[in-house]
């Protein structure tokens, strides 16, 4: 069974950091892109970055350019959201998802809460 | 503002036929394949079509998309009240270079 589990969530003031973690299990992680998407308290859905298998290509949504660092450690099965220069709207749910070989999102963790708060 | 296109809300009664829309551009939905995602009330959201019109193993065939140009469609018949949840759709864009959501429908079930 496909499972992904988002850690490493919670209370932090404007301008710090976080970092979140995403460890896979059920399926080959290392032959799938990963991604981070958000949804902030009432909000819709928000891509944040994606990752292939191999870290060569990587991309971020411009709202979080310059400022997050997705990374993944094949041998861990795990994925990294690294969040520097945090501000208050980056407040949300964050979910960690594996990329279908369609190009979808076929599997999603269940969320942790980065709150940025003073 | 999304990039996609949705109306907020949409709403039908048991048995119905709904259909949600999805509005893009060129450069996401007239170039690339849409997915749509269903999200239960405080659960996290779930693959619920790929590649336009594609069903995932276990999603009831009541569930059906489309696409013509730039813009998606998801149709939903005899509407059931587990139905009732927020609808995205999605689709890769060529020009942001990063995957574009729609603002999400709510859909209740009266």
């Known amino acids: 069974e496909v499972q992904l589990v988002e850690s490493g969530g919670g209370l932090v003031k404007p301008g710090g950091s976080l970092r979140l973690s995403c460890v896979a299990s059920g399926f080959t992680f290392s032959s799938y892109n990963m991604n981070w998407v958000r949804q902030a308290p009432g909000k819709g859905l928000e891509w944040v970055s994606s990752?292939?298998?191999?870290?060569?290509?990587?991309y971020y949504a411009d709202s979080v350019k310059g400022r997050f660092t997705i990374s993944r450690d094949n041998a861990k099965n795990s994925l990294y959201l690294q969040m520097d220069s945090l501000r208050a709207e980056d407040t949300a749910v964050y979910y960690c998802a594996r990329e279908g070989v369609s190009q979808d999102f076929d599997y999603w963790g269940q969320g942790t809460l980065v709150t940025v708060s003073s | 503002q999304s990039v996609l296109s949705q109306p907020p809300a949409a709403s039908g009664t048991p048995g119905q036929r709904v259909t949600i829309s999805c509005s893009g551009r060129r450069s996401n939905i007239g170039s690339n394949s849409v997915q749509w995602y269903q999200q239960l009330p405080g659960t996290a959201p779930k693959l619920l079509i790929y590649?336009?019109?594609q069903r995932p193993s276990g999603v009831p065939d009541r569930f059906s998309g489309s696409k013509s140009g730039t813009s998606a469609s998801l149709a939903i018949s005899g509407l059931q009240s587990e139905d009732e949840a927020d609808y995205y759709c999605?689709?890769?864009?060529?020009?942001?270079?990063?995957?574009?959501f729609g603002g999400g429908t709510k859909l209740t079930v009266l």
């Open positions: 999605a689709a890769w864009d060529d020009s942001l270079n990063g995957r574009v």
């Open positions: 590649t336009n019109n």
């Open positions: 990752t292939d298998s191999s870290s060569r290509s990587i």
